[in-house]
């Protein structure tokens, strides 16, 4: 692999020049993707480990998440870069980089092989795409090999990567989805081309150009198809012993062992991005290991053994990891980020779509809490607890990071919340109590504490002059929409599938790695000054001109705010309990009535003036409320069903509006810290409320906290109401004296 300019010498007087693979151009080079390459190998071990060794599945999820994450950001990044369809030709023609491009559908058969053991229609999608892809690159590659004449000293260990690595890896991914006839063909396909292609390589390295220093770590991949044939045999024949493991495994001894005595030129050559060419040898090396040594009776010795093949493989691939970082950075400073206009637009779609996920998976937990208590029997009070625990860090992480991203940038803070979704996706998925669940629910309130500002502030100012006023009206419709489609799509996982929460998390990862590529691929839009540390002392950061109309909105954004979390929060126990609903699509259906009013409402609204918007909203608010206490007082399910969609609506014209009010009244440099600002009342008016309640549903009854919690709303509607008017009346008799 090549990360840095340098030459190969083929002879004195014959040389290879490299030095167009970097500066000349700007588009990231094909070996970058061996970072996504070595992180899904190194994944597949610490998998193999929790299945021979009792290691804990959580570790290898985790690095099967940071693979699909390294796979779809490289990506991003490399389409992103100048050059179009005619750069991307040249590299894959290019006699040293091109044969990594075969790392793309690599990564993502290895991703869909393992997602297929979840989700089998999807992953079994997946292995066939990238079976078609390696297919067509690998029959193409060798076209071109047969057919274009190159240097010797071109030559290299990735040359191994489109025919051999890419055949054994399509089998092993073959056979996880049940075709073994289909993945012992690809196998033999593999084997044949490592034969093929080994002796050429041999006798390139034994009779051609000595191997440069960026090419040094290349090599590795020379000693990979032993290990990477034998797992893929190991799937096929789902593990029993035969002669061909011994042949392997004696094999693949054989090649490693010579790396022992290139240690000392790998620790002097130099780092280059190059060095993750020896992830994946090392992992799929450990992996088959690891496998080979379980199947055998060796006793704790063995198992000793096993675990530090594990270890020494995730320190190797570990301190990769950590010097690529710097590396890494070093080169997003030296180049420009700024990408053509229709890459900008796809760039803040995606952004919209990120930031409508986060609040999918906040909606998502309300269907299923339901699924939760009638699994793990806990009490009311825990239920609202898990809701509420969300809000309360949610608050929290306002208060304390509000204005973080006014500092640092919009990009930083967007992707350490995107992460921490799917930590807490990851807490989901392996839930087995109510403990579990108001962790991942903590971690989630952190992630949206971070996010929901700075999307906001991030979607307003990437957006052009001509549709600002349109994006702003969309991230205030973005956090309600996506509390109902999670509402809703957690019902109907509850209701249609015996793993709900499979289904939901896995989905919503999957979203939210799209989420990450987006935000890395946008621009940053908030310049970094002096004062991060400052920022996170907690304050409310209102800026002097927005302050007036702060404090005449706030309550008009709690009343809405608050009535979201009466379906949110309190919708499940009282389809439940007041309205004998037993079934999670009704259920969730009602629940996410009230935020997909909101949601359609902030759009429709969007042309209106935003002053008579926000009055129009505190009416619909005080009818909604109304409403919505009678019905659960007389058990009324029409009336409390039309009322979500009234008051929905007026929260939905309220909220929006608020923001094309407040939005002007701040420049990049505050807007952060002032979205923060309006968040903090809308979560704590959406969360508190209900863990109140919730303590006080056993004593005094669920109709009766219903009633009171909905009578609350209505009379902060009334007072935003009273605050509109009373501002209205000053400006206008301010007017004839201005």
């Known amino acids: 692999m090549l990360h840095r ?23 990231l080079p094909l070996n970058t993707f061996g970072i996504a390459f070595g992180t899904a190998g190194l994944a597949g071990t610490w998998t193999a480990a929790g299945v021979e060794l009792g290691a804990p599945p959580a570790v290898g999820e985790v690095l099967w998440v940071a693979a699909a994450l390294a796979w779809a950001v490289t990506i991003v990044r490399y389409l992103r870069r100048p050059g179009g369809i005619a750069g991307i030709r040249s590299d894959l023609q290019h006699p040293v980089l091109g044969p990594f491009a075969a790392l793309v559908p690599a ?28 297919t067509a690159f690998g029959a193409w590659f060798v076209t071109s090999l047969l057919t274009v004449p190159r240097e010797m000293g071109a030559l290299h260990g990735g040359y191994l990567l ?4 890419a055949s054994l890896l399509t089998a092993q991914a073959l056979a996880t989805i049940g075709d073994t006839t289909l993945a012992v063909g690809y196998f033999a396909a593999g084997i044949l081309f490592w034969i093929l292609v080994g002796a050429m390589l041999i006798a390139r390295l034994a009779t051609g150009p000595a191997v440069p220093a960026p090419l040094l770590p290349t090599l590795a991949i020379f000693s990979a198809p032993p290990a990477v044939a034998g797992n893929a045999w190991w799937v096929i024949t789902d593990g029993a012993p035969s002669t061909a493991h011994t042949v392997l495994a004696g094999t693949m001894v054989a090649l490693l062992l010579p790396h022992v005595f290139l240690v000392r030129r790998y620790l002097t050559s130099g780092f280059a991005i190059g060095f993750w060419a020896m992830t994946f040898t090392t992992a799929a090396s450990a992996t088959y290991g690891v496998r080979l040594i379980s199947s055998t009776d060796s006793g704790a010795l063995g198992t000793a053994f096993a675990w530090v093949i594990v270890g020494v493989a995730t320190i190797i691939v570990g301190a990769i990891a950590t010097r690529s970082l710097g590396l890494l950075r070093r080169s997003e400073a030296a180049g420009s980020r700024r990408a053509s206009a229709g890459f900008r637009r796809t760039a803040l779609i995606g952004v919209v779509i990120a930031s409508v996920a986060v609040a999918f998976g906040a909606g998502a937990g309300s269907p299923l809490f339901v699924v939760y208590q009638s699994a793990w029997g806990f009490a009311d009070w825990q239920l609202t607890t898990a809701f509420t625990v969300y809000a309360i860090t949610l608050l929290s992480t306002l208060l304390v990071a509000g204005r973080l991203s006014d500092h640092i940038g919009r990009r930083p803070v967007l992707i350490g919340a995107l992460v921490l979704m799917l930590i807490a996706s990851g807490l989901f998925l392996y839930a087995d109590s109510i403990g579990w ?25 990437l957006s052009s002059e001509r549709h600002r006023r349109t994006m702003t009206v969309l991230t205030s419709a973005a956090p309600v929409g996506g509390l109902a489609l999670g509402a809703f799509g957690g019902g109907i996982a509850a209701q249609l599938l015996s793993n709900p929460t499979a289904g939901v998390f896995l989905s919503l990862a999957l979203v939210l790695l799209v989420g990450i590529a987006a935000v890395l691929a946008a621009d940053e839009t908030a310049d970094r000054h002096a004062g991060a540390l400052a920022s996170l002392r907690p304050v409310l950061a209102v800026p002097p001109s927005a302050r007036s109309w702060f404090a005449v909105l706030a309550p008009l954004t709690a009343a809405g705010w608050m009535f979201s979390g009466l379906f949110l929060g309190l919708g499940p126990r009282l389809d439940d309990g007041v309205f004998g609903i037993d079934g999670g699509a009704a259920s969730a259906a009602v629940v996410a009535l009230q935020p997909a009013a909101a949601a359609i409402a902030g759009m429709l609204f969007s042309r209106a003036q935003a002053r008579v918007a926000t009055a129009v909203g505190a009416v619909l608010l005080l009818v909604g409320a109304v409403g919505a206490g009678s019905g659960i007082l007389t058990a009324d399910l029409p009336l409390l069903v039309v009322s979500a969609v009234v008051g929905g609506a007026g929260q939905g014209a309220a909220f929006g509006s608020s923001l094309r009010i407040l939005g002007p009244l701040a420049d990049n440099a505050t807007r952060g810290g002032l979205f923060a600002a309006v968040y903090l009342v809308a979560y704590a008016a959406y969360g508190v409320p209900v863990l109140v309640a919730g303590f006080f549903t056993e004593a005094v009854g669920l109709s009766e906290v219903g009633a009171i919690y909905a009578a609350i709303v209505a009379i902060a509607a009334v007072v935003a109401a009273i605050g509109l008017g009373n501002r209205s009346r000053r400006e206008r008799a301010l007017a004839p004296a201005a």
Do not use: C, D, Y
Request: no cysteine.
């Open 5 to 27: 300019p340098g030459k190969l010498q083929a002879h004195p007087t014959q040389e290879v020049s490299l030095k167009t693979t970097q500066t000349e151009r700007p588009r």
């Open 107 to 134: 990564v993502g058969s290895l991703l869909s092989a393992h997602l297929a053991t979840t989700l089998p229609i999807v992953g079994a999608v997946g292995v066939w795409v990238m079976l078609a892809l390696t």
């Open 162 to 165: 489109p025919t051999v690595a």
């Open 437 to 461: 669940v108001i962790a991942a629910r903590a971690v989630q309130g952190v992630a949206t504490g971070a996010a929901t500002s700075t999307f906001t502030a991030a979607i307003i100012e």
